[in-house]
Structure formats: structure tokens, C-alpha cells
């Protein structure tokens, strides 16, 4: 007797067992190690300001979310934006405080500080960051980089 719900569930082993399981990594502790050394080569484009490296760290679909700024998309469009940034002269530190991952998706929290020179004194800033990595065959790009800064905007005063 043909019985659905056993035609069902034929079905749905049948195509259990053609698919086989996705590659993810288990080893949570070798992927953040993975993503800190990434960090390091983010660190590296900055200090030496390469925007054509930090540029590779994101995939091509990525997007930065600047402060002030509306969203910038795509690989091809964050790389200009990274160098638009060396005139500036400025020094920027980024420091991990966490990463964590799960499955194919990381999230790293930052710390950052900024300094950059101007005719009177130093301009600086600090504040937090959030990056989301996804896992890209062996390695990891970056997909969202968003930050903002712990110094409160100036008020307006009454007169």
C-alpha cells in the first residue's frame, strides 16, 4: 500500500545521503588563530598604508560601514577608500579584543586608536570596531567592518 508520508521520508533520506557534509572546521582555536594572522597582515597594509592588501582581506561582496559615511560595497570600491586615507597621515592601531567563531562566520571585536597630525595639535580618536569574517575555502575575508568612536560629538550649546 503506497503510504505518502513513507514516500516522504524515502525522499528525504535519499537526498540526506546524496549530499555529503559541508567542509567546516571544528578547530575554533586554529580558525582564530588563522583570522589573528590576517589581523596582523591588515596591521602590516596599514603601517606600510598598501590599500592593495588590505583590500584582499575582503571579499568581494564586503561592506564598511564608516562612521558619517554612507555604506561602502564591494572589494573594488573599499580599496580607493583605504586610500584615500594615507594623505592623511594619521596612524591607526588596531588591537583584538575577541574573536569568536562559529562554523564558517567569525566576529572579531576591536579596539582602535587614530592620530593624525593638523596645523594646531594632533587630531586623536579611539573607539570600538566589530569585523564579521566568513570562511572562504581555506582561509577567511572580511564581509562587514563597521566602527565607532567612544568620543561623544560635540553639543550644542544655549546661548
Known sequence: ??????????????????????????????????????????????????DSLISTLYADDAIVMPPGMERITGRQNIRPFWARIWPLKATLTLTVVSIRVSGDLAVQEDNWTWTMPSPKSEVKDHGKSIVVWRRAGNSWQVVQDIWNSDIAPPTATAN
Open 1 to 50: 500500500m503506497f503510504r505518502p508520508a513513507h514516500a516522504l521520508a524515502a525522499l528525504a533520506l535519499a537526498l540526506c545521503l546524496g549530499c555529503p557534509p559541508t567542509a567546516t572546521s571544528t578547530d575554533t582555536s586554529a580558525d582564530e588563530q588563522a583570522i589573528r594572522a590576517l589581523v596582523d597582515t591588515w596591521g602590516n597594509g596599514i603601517a606600510s598604508q598598501n
